[in-house]
């Protein structure tokens, strides 16, 4: 499975940006879906899933209120929509994939995931 983020850029704080990320799986409709970000010397965190089935959507709790992960499964494409944007949301940005089984967890650790796209670089300047 390979994922292609993008959308990253240079936006001033308070604007907004949407990431995509595109997967070349035909099943994608049946990943359970997770943006990351990584800010420099720091670990990667989790900022948001998504289930299949687009039922059920989980984040960060500092993020909950100004990110939104949504997912068309049509497309084989996840989305995040970053707003409110602040110069502590510059990081990295990986979406990643699950392939095993989802129950009924958030999925919120590097290790629930299979694959992991390039990343894409946000960077929001005060």
């Known amino acids: 499975v390979q994922l292609q983020a993008s959308g990253g850029g240079l936006v001033q704080a308070g604007g907004s940006l949407t990431l995509s990320c595109a997967a070349s799986?035909?099943?994608?409709?049946?990943?359970?879906m997770g943006w990351f970000r990584q800010a420099p010397g720091q670990d990667r965190e989790f900022v948001a899933s998504?289930?299949?089935?687009?039922?059920?959507?989980y984040y960060a709790d500092a993020l909950r209120g100004r990110f939104t992960i949504s997912r068309d499964n049509a497309k084989n494409t996840v989305y995040l929509q970053m707003n409110s944007l602040k110069p502590e949301d510059t990081a990295v940005y990986y979406c990643?994939?699950?392939?095993?089984?989802?129950?009924?967890?958030?999925?919120?650790?590097?290790?629930?995931?299979?694959?992991w796209g390039q990343g894409t670089q946000v960077t929001v300047s005060s």
């Open positions: 990643a994939a699950r392939a095993r089984t989802a129950t009924s967890g958030r999925y919120y650790t590097t290790d629930d995931y299979d694959y």
């Open positions: 799986s035909r099943t994608f409709n049946n990943y359970f």
């Open positions: 998504i289930r299949a089935s687009s039922r059920s959507t």
